[in-house]
């Protein structure tokens, strides 16, 4: 499938459960678009394994057992958005978590990043993957991991050629301790009691849009292609 890099994308915002395939779309967005993702995790690591003082902070923090505050993550957040690669666009996984982190991330954009004389720029435009509860039940639990080579199977969806077996050494393949059906039951509840006022929260700026995430990997990127591509059409037409 071509890329396309010329025109302005803006912000994207990726909502959906574990096992819904956010990575390999916001993936797959990065290489199409040619638009960095970014990931508050990753961002949270590389600052505490570079020692800049945010990340000194942060660890500091952490080393006590404390949650890394909101105000430290926002500072680390808008550093990397005044990067020169984000000018285009950029996909946001992992953030906003909460609806204050979504609020604070519009008043950021509206207030220092997006030029509202420029064509092409808007606010996020949030794509929520939806999957059945039974389907996302069955991608986590059906994980299986091989312990020597690191592959994982999945025993519904894409399993070892012999049951159990890895394809690759032949090693015998185990469940992970967050793919047992308690584990995963809790981290779905967790993730929907978290979440929904992030969602609520752009369902009433009328910037939600949700994609079928049972559809095969394929179908599920041309529908979030459809969704960016209509936005982006839009902004540019508003702006001219």
């Known amino acids: 499938m071509a890329g396309d890099n010329s025109r302005s994308i803006g912000p994207i915002v990726l909502l959906g459960p574990p096992g819904a395939g956010k990575g390999t779309q916001a993936k797959r967005i990065s290489e199409f678009f040619a638009i960095p993702q970014i990931s508050t995790g990753d961002l949270?690591?590389?600052?505490?394994?570079?020692?800049?003082?945010?990340?000194?902070?942060?660890?500091?923090?952490?080393?006590?057992?404390?949650?890394?505050?909101?105000?430290?993550?926002?500072?680390?957040?808008?550093?990397?958005?005044?990067?020169?690669?984000?000018?285009?666009?950029?996909?946001l996984d992992g953030f906003p978590r909460t609806a204050a982190q979504a609020g604070w991330l519009d008043a950021f954009l509206e207030r220092e990043f997006f030029d509202k004389s420029k064509p092409g720029k808007c606010l996020p435009i949030v794509i929520r993957i939806d999957v059945d509860y039974n389907d996302l039940?069955?991608?986590?639990?059906?994980?299986?991991?091989?312990?020597?080579?690191g592959r994982i199977y999945n025993v519904h969806l894409q399993p070892p050629r012999v049951d159990e077996l890895c394809d690759v050494d032949g090693f015998k393949l185990v469940t992970r301790n967050d793919d047992r059906e308690e584990v995963v039951r809790e981290r779905l509840n967790v993730y929907e009691q978290l979440t929904r006022p992030v969602a609520d929260y752009y369902r009433d700026k009328g910037r939600l849009v949700s994609v079928d995430g049972g559809l095969p990997v394929d179908e599920v990127f041309e529908q979030i292609l459809r969704e960016i591509r209509g936005r982006a059409a839009a902004t540019v037409s508003q702006g001219e």
């Open 137 to 149: 039940l069955r991608r986590l639990t059906g994980r299986r991991t091989c312990p020597a080579c």
């Open 44 to 91: 949270l690591r590389q600052h505490v394994k570079d020692q800049t003082g945010l990340g000194l902070l942060a660890k500091d923090i952490m080393a006590r057992g404390e949650l890394v505050p909101d105000e430290l993550l926002y500072d680390m957040v808008a550093q990397r958005l005044r990067e020169a690669d984000c000018e285009r666009g950029f996909i």
